[in-house]
């Protein structure tokens, strides 16, 4: 799986600047659900990763250790459109992943996002043997997180069709969450 050329910052620089409402907020952990998302998506679709930086299983949801040192400053703490400086062009497949992910994901508060990461098999594995209080940097499996989304999406589909574009898809696995 070969990496996108964007940093864990720009990918999430793009998505912090999807919030243009003014009832909508994002933090740091929300930034760092919607990037694992992200990440889960394209490597499930398709078998590439965004960014080749690691994600780690922190006790309160995936982190991307360079995004949370970059923004650890800002806490709990909503973020600013600014935050993460100026935005850098991504290619047009990892904008319409992004895009994707916003519009089924951005709609979920954070803890209701940190629900659903913590029920699927990559977040457990990555955990296991840990209380869920206790603080860990262990890593989480990006093949895990391949095929168990890849396997999610599939589960999702209609046997009526063959084809799916990634927006239903996305759409689908969301939905499965609430079922």
Known sequence: MNPTSATTCDLANYLSRKVH?????INLMKLNGLLYYAE?????????ELTAEGIEAWDHGPVFPTLWNTLKHKGWNDLGVDDLGDIVPLDPETTSLLDDVYQAYGG????????????????????RGLQAWD????PMSKILMASFYKV????????????????????????????
């Open 21 to 25: 409402r003014p009832d909508e907020t």
């Open 40 to 48: 889960a998506c394209s490597l499930a679709l398709f078998d590439r």
């Open 108 to 127: 979920f508060t954070w803890p209701e996002m940190e629900k659903m990461i913590k029920q699927d098999a990559p977040w457990k594995e990555a955990r």
């Open 135 to 138: 603080l860990s940097k262990k």
């Open 152 to 179: 999610a999406f599939e589960s999702t589909q209609t046997h009526t069709s063959t084809h799916i574009t990634h927006t239903e898809r996305t759409t689908r696995l969301n939905q499965s969450y609430h079922s």
